[in-house]
Every structure is written in structure tokens, then in C-alpha cells.
């Protein structure tokens, strides 16, 4: 796959995690009665909006997604490997500490957070083929 392909699914796969970051930090500041992601006491975003994981050193954590992807979408815009990938790497060990965090402390599972965790996951393996791919030259 050519490095125009890769920074093209980056720019998508960061529009969708701009997506599912919005939704998480409205659903933080609305707390609306009714949400989607909440089916039982397991599958349970409310836990994670509401709970220990809803900031990270006394800021919205949903803003820490919406900052990191923005700057992921910036990087692959001007198609700065060491920016895209420099952000994914810091993404990608948030969102594995929010996900630790959920499953064996909260003993919980946020639907939207599993989709921005496999979201980064993607970003960061693309991010690590344009390396790849420029060391190659």
C-alpha cells in the first residue's frame, strides 16, 4: 500500500475517532438520563463517563482523544510521519491505560471506548508501515 493510501485511511480512521470523542465528551457534559452504550451493569459507559476514568490529571478525558487525533489528522493533512506516528504512540498507550483501567478495576466494558481503543491500534500499525515504508528509501 502506497504511503497516499495510508495517510487517506489515517485521515479517516482519525475523523472517526474525532466522532467517537465527541460523543464521549457530550455525553460527559450532558450526562443525558438515556444512553445508548449502557446495556447492563458490565457493558456500561455511564460507569466510565461518570466513574474514575472520566478525567485524567483534572481534565475531561475525552478531550485527551480529541486533541490526540486532531493532531493525528493534522500530521497525515502534511503528511508528518514523526507527528502521526510520534501521537498514535502516545494514543495507543492512553487508550490501553483507559482500557485496563475499564476492565480490571472498573470490571467494565464502554462499547465507544473499545471503538476508539482498536481505532488507535489501527492508526498506530498504518503510522508504523509509512515508517517502514520512508526507511525503505
Known amino acids: 500500500?502506497?504511503?497516499?493510501?495510508?495517510?487517506f485511511w489515517i485521515k479517516v480512521l482519525a475523523i472517526f475517532g474525532l466522532?467517537?470523542?465527541s460523543y464521549l465528551?457530550?455525553?460527559q457534559i450532558t450526562m443525558p438520563a438515556w444512553t445508548?452504550?449502557?446495556i447492563n451493569a458490565t457493558v456500561n459507559c455511564d460507569a466510565v463517563i461518570k466513574g474514575e476514568v472520566s478525567k485524567t490529571l483534572g481534565i475531561p478525558t475525552p478531550i485527551y482523544g480529541l486533541v490526540g487525533y486532531a493532531m493525528i489528522l493534522l500530521?497525515?493533512?502534511i503528511k508528518s510521519k514523526k507527528l502521526v506516528l510520534s501521537m498514535a504512540a502516545f494514543g495507543l498507550v492512553f487508550c490501553m491505560y483507559i482500557?485496563?483501567?475499564e476492565l480490571f478495576m472498573?470490571?467494565?466494558i464502554c462499547p465507544?471506548?473499545?471503538g476508539c481503543q482498536v481505532d488507535m491500534i489501527i492508526s498506530f500499525i498504518l503510522a508504523l508501515m509509512i515508517k517502514k515504508s520512508s526507511d525503505l528509501v
Open 75 to 77: 500530521g497525515a493533512i
Open 36 to 38: 445508548p452504550c449502557t
Open 106 to 108: 472498573l470490571h467494565v
Open 1 to 7: 500500500m502506497t504511503n497516499l493510501k495510508l495517510y
Open 25 to 27: 465528551m457530550y455525553e
Open 99 to 101: 482500557a485496563y483501567v
Open 19 to 21: 466522532m467517537l470523542g
Open 112 to 114: 465507544v471506548c473499545i
